[in-house]
């Protein structure tokens, strides 16, 4: 028999999720963002649900090709953009959509001799310090771009502090607006915090990723109070239980001790499944139609949880870690993470299942 470790995948889910964004912000056309693997929900799986998205969005060349070599025929953008004649090559063949952000490119586009680009984005850095080409210099380099691209060039940029309401916010959109002031080009500034809490951000291309998968990205409000559906529930099973005395400890390093006689479940996921190692014990897990706690530092390929005194819980019952009752925000928030890494960080040894 097989280890029941299972990443259920939720297509429908995406589907509910993107009309959410969508009703959010209608005037904007979407561009849905499926980098790293569809934030580890499968980046084929992302890329067939979110059809209807008027654009895809991935880091790199070769998660672009990826997707056209099985099949994807959906305008794609590519985060990162090209940074060699090999990749530009990929980019042209394969109608990739680029994101022009440093110099460099500009030198591998001129290198490249004639070609014209179908398509392509200008990024512009309004503080976020990442990619972008200095804010000021858009007039020029729009001039200079635009006769290499067949379509009208999109002005792009990236806030820093999106899921914030802070004037962090404002100087950006301000720095952003001086810059392209009288240029005639459609622009995007929003990633899923942006599109949904700040108006004036959404524009024309609206790029979201997190709150697709069901996922907020605010601290103070999960996915589901939002009115999203999660898209992944990670589960597995109780391999073992027994009974634990006063003064017991649990797992490495004896950190969880008991403080009463309680029942300890084990259950077949670790962090070599993905499941974050530094959890705080009390963490919440669901078995058997209630909520359960980490009791004792995870471990590669086990965790340990305290059952409440009333628990019917028994061997192979199955364990959800995330998903339906538990919100991948709430875990995110007793390992000191957010959401994006731990979904972004189960591994393929995980079953993963569309449903
Ligand atoms: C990842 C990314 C997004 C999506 O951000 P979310 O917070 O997941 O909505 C949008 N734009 C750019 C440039 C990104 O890198």
């Not at 005037?27 to 067939?48: E, N, P, S």
């Not at 797992?251 to 008991?258: A, Q």
Request: with cysteine; proline share 5%.
């Amino acid at each position: 028999m097989s280890r029941s470790t299972i990443a259920r995948i939720n297509p429908r889910a995406l589907q509910h999720n993107l009309r959410m964004l969508r009703q959010r912000a209608p005037q904007a056309r979407v561009v849905a963002v499926i980098k790293a693997d569809g934030y580890g929900h499968g980046l084929l799986t992302a890329a067939k649900a979110l059809h209807g998205a008027d654009m895809l969005a991935v880091a790199t060349v070769e998660e672009g090709l990826n997707l056209r070599h099985s099949g994807i025929a959906a305008p794609i953008l590519v985060l990162e953009g090209f940074h060699n004649q090999d990749e530009l090559a990929g980019v042209c063949r394969e109608q990739l959509v680029p994101v022009m952000h440093a110099a460099h490119q500009l030198q591998v586009l001129d290198q490249a001799g004639e070609i014209q680009l179908e398509q392509a984005w200008l990024k512009l850095d309004t503080g976020m310090h990442r990619l972008g080409f200095p804010a000021a210099d858009a007039a020029n380099l729009l001039h200079k771009l635009q006769p290499r691209v067949q379509q009208p060039v999109v002005l792009m940029t990236h806030l820093a502090n999106s899921e914030r309401d802070c004037s962090a916010n404002a100087r950006q959109l301000k720095q952003f607006d001086q810059a392209v002031a009288g240029l005639m080009a459609a622009h995007s500034i929003a990633n899923s915090a942006a599109a949904w809490s700040l108006p004036e951000t959404r524009r024309d291309w609206i790029r979201p990723g997190i709150m697709l998968y069901g996922i907020s990205p605010f601290t103070d409000q999960t996915g589901d109070q939002l009115g999203l559906q999660p898209v992944m529930q990670l589960s597995s099973e109780l391999i073992a239980m027994r009974d634990c005395q006063a003064g017991d400890r649990v797992g490495y390093g004896s950190r969880f001790e008991c403080r009463q006689a309680i029942r300890i479940g084990v259950v077949a996921i670790g962090y070599g499944d993905g499941y974050p190692r530094h959890v705080r014990d009390g963490t919440p897990v669901w078995v058997a139609g209630h909520r359960a706690q980490i009791a004792g530092i995870p471990s590669m390929d086990m965790l340990t949880i305290a059952l409440p005194r009333d628990s019917q819980a028994k061997v192979g019952d199955p364990v959800e870690l995330w998903g339906q009752h538990i919100a991948v925000e709430e875990v995110a928030a007793w390992s000191d993470t957010i959401a994006y890494e731990l979904v972004c960080q189960v591994k393929s040894r995980v079953k993963f299942q569309i449903i």
